[in-house]
């Protein structure tokens, strides 16, 4: 079993839909949770990070932690196409290692 | 400005040559990590440091090796490139304590012939 699991995808939004990227870890201890937002041929960029269970709100993006569950989520509101991009999960883990997922690719339909 | 930065940005290299990759940083992290990405696939951790003179392999050492000598300063070195280290190769850096995520430099894309 891996550490984080994220879908693949892909996964279309039409613009000014909600896009909804789910993820679910391993390590029952972890309790920092990050979203990075990748684009084709680029390096990860850190857009949310959360650690305490419920939402955390910044702009359009949403993460939802339930620790009981070890499920994170991102939402992002009125998607816009430069949205479209891969979207890492990580998890600090209780050995204070980072696990990321695969990704799960966004495309966001004009 | 703080930032993470990376050298050379792309490097096409024959087998057999030894390379490094450098990394810097400005922002005083002592946190500092290798990763190698290849396209559509998981980040694989290859090295890390948590300060100077502290260094660790991580899952995917890869025949490489790394060095702190300086805080600012982690540059990854195969001594003997192979076309199975064909990859981009990501640095990071993070400030320690919990809610802390990476701060990534823009990657080297690494192809040997």
């Known amino acids: 079993q891996k550490e984080v699991e994220q879908n693949s995808g892909p996964l279309s939004v039409p613009e000014g839909a909600i896009a909804s990227l789910n993820c679910t870890y391993s390590?029952?201890?972890?309790?920092?949770f990050f979203w990075y937002r990748q684009y084709s041929g680029k390096s990860p960029e850190l857009i949310m990070s959360i650690y305490s269970n419920g939402d955390k709100e910044d702009g359009r993006f949403t993460a939802q932690l339930n620790k009981a569950s070890q499920y994170v989520s991102l939402l992002i509101r009125d998607s816009q196409p430069s949205d479209s991009a891969t979207y890492l999960c990580a998890v600090k883990g209780t050995g204070n290692q980072f696990y990321f997922g695969t990704g799960t690719s966004l495309t966001v339909i004009p | 400005e703080a930032d993470i930065y990376q050298t050379p940005r792309y490097l096409v290299i024959g087998t057999g040559k030894k390379i490094t990759l450098e990394c810097s940083q400005t922002m005083g992290h002592d946190k500092m990590y290798w990763y190698q990405q290849d396209p559509g696939m998981e980040l694989h951790l290859i090295h890390y440091?948590?300060?100077?003179?502290?260094?660790e392999k991580g899952d995917l050492s890869s025949e490489s090796t790394v060095s702190r000598i300086r805080t600012e300063h982690f540059p990854l070195t195969l001594e003997s490139a192979r076309p199975s280290h064909t990859s981009q190769y990501l640095c990071a850096s993070r400030e320690a304590g919990e809610g802390y995520g990476y701060t990534f430099g823009s990657g080297t894309r690494l192809t040997v012939v």
């Open positions: 390590d029952r201890g972890s309790q920092s």
């Open positions: 440091s948590y300060g100077v003179n502290s260094t």
